[in-house]
């Protein structure tokens, strides 16, 4: 049984195709790296993946959920998908542990005293348990982004999904943020990310694949993506990125 | 003709209680109803967009002495005579709805969006997301607008003293007729007024400043 499968997706902005008949399948377990240049629509990707863009055509099956968009479907399946923004985008009015106990106590209805045994839980897999009581801007950007995770975690998701979360990163904040999500990947996670990150996704991604003007251009098993590019735009891809 | 004296100082207090009563009752109530007008008109229906804009801009683009005269006279006219203090207060629950339904709106809408999408992510309602995640946030940007509007809605309660409310400016006219000083009747009335507003202009200022602080870095 598949974690995620993603067959014959197109998307269009206006009249920007931005997606163009995407097939995917990534087992549980496995982390997918979605490498491109800008524009060439792996985040308007992975945004279709738990509906906040919405496809013109194809199926998504993810974490046991058939994406439709009736709410309450819509719902159930972000429950089990867990989405992790460039931004962080944690909610600057709450503390770190009320911005990881909002969702548990709010969508599961978990008591607060469960609530809170899980956001200790997470933060401390994520290494930041003595930031319970702060603020968001009271944290250095990487520490927020590990906030971040651990709110999408606490969430118990099947599937993980991460937009460039490194990106706004200053280079020496970078290396926690990876940390944890190869402490993730280690324990299981299935997790799909973007990423510029080229060493990360060669060294601890299952499959990465490549997208080029809305299409998967090239899909392959880490080391042979890099190691033998099969098409001129992947060549000349990896070799502006190094 | 008497001359001004402390007993009309007194009046002049007593009748002020009325001018706090009323603004209260305006600004709790106006609030409210402008406050789910705010949330309707950054919700995602037309229909109810366009029902809360009518009424929005009805109170906006016309002038509040007019909307005063309207439903005290205008609706006496049908049978419907309101006690002035209760035209009053529904005139000026109107008006306040109107401005700070379109001053909390900025507000909301001043939220990043962003910030709907990570609790949309959650899988937060759309009701969950507005009480949980953009209300809490919108309302310390509101603040100091919303402080500024209550000092002009206590100005503008005046105007209730044209419908026959014996609030402190009608008391203070009532005075004048008797004394036939207006300069030391009105600039009694001026520093009543004085004293209302001005702590509130300052707390304003320091929620303001405070507000800078906290969003920093
Ligand atoms: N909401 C939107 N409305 C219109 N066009 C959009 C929207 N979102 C993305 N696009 C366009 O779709 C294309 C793909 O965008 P997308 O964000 O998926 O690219 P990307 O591969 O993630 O790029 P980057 O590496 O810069 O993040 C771009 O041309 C972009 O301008
Ligand atoms: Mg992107």
Known sequence: MSALAVSGVSKRFGSLQVLRDINLSLEKGQMLALIGRSGSGKSTLLRCMNGLERIDAGHITIGGHALSYAPAALRRLRQDVGIVFQAYNLFPHLTVGRNIMLAPRLVLRWPSARAEARAREVLATVGLSEKFDAYPNQLSGGQQQRVAIARSLAMAPQVMLFDEVTSALDPELTGEVLITMENLARSGMTMVLVTHEMSFARSIAHIVAFMHDGRIHEIAPAKDLFARPRTEELRRFLSSTL | ?217
């Not at chain 2, 809360?52 to 005063?68: C, D, K, M, Y």
């Not at chain 2, 900025?106 to 959650?122: H, K, M, N, T």
């Open chain 2, 1 to 217: 003709m008497r001359s001004f004296g402390l007993n009309d100082v007194w009046y002049l207090l007593i009748a002020t209680q009325w001018t706090i009563y009323l603004t209260v009752v305006a600004f709790l109530v106006g609030g409210a109803l402008g406050l789910w007008l705010a949330v309707v008109r950054t919700g995602g229906s037309r229909f109810g967009n366009g029902l809360a804009l009518v009424w929005i801009r009805s109170f906006q683009n016309t002038p509040l002495l007019v909307q005063l005269f309207l439903i005290y006279y205008g609706l006496g006219l049908f049978g419907f005579r309101l006690p002035p203090f209760v035209a009053a207060a529904v005139g000026l629950i109107c008006y306040a709805s109107a401005f700070l339904a379109e001053i909390w709106r900025g507000c909301i809408l001043s939220v990043p969006r962003q910030q709907w999408e990570a609790a949309d992510a959650l899988a937060l309602t759309p009701w969950q997301i507005r009480w949980y995640v953009i209300l809490p946030q919108a309302l310390r940007i509101a603040i100091p607008p919303t402080v500024g509007f209550l000092v002009k809605l206590i100005k503008n309660s005046s105007l209730a003293s044209v419908v026959g409310m014996t609030e402190l400016m009608r008391a203070a006219t009532a005075i004048n007729n008797a004394t036939y000083q207006p300069f030391k009747v009105f600039l009694c009335a001026a520093i009543i007024y004085f004293l209302l507003c001005f702590p509130l202009t300052m707390l304003s200022r320091r929620f303001e400043r405070q507000l800078d602080v906290s969003t920093r870095g």
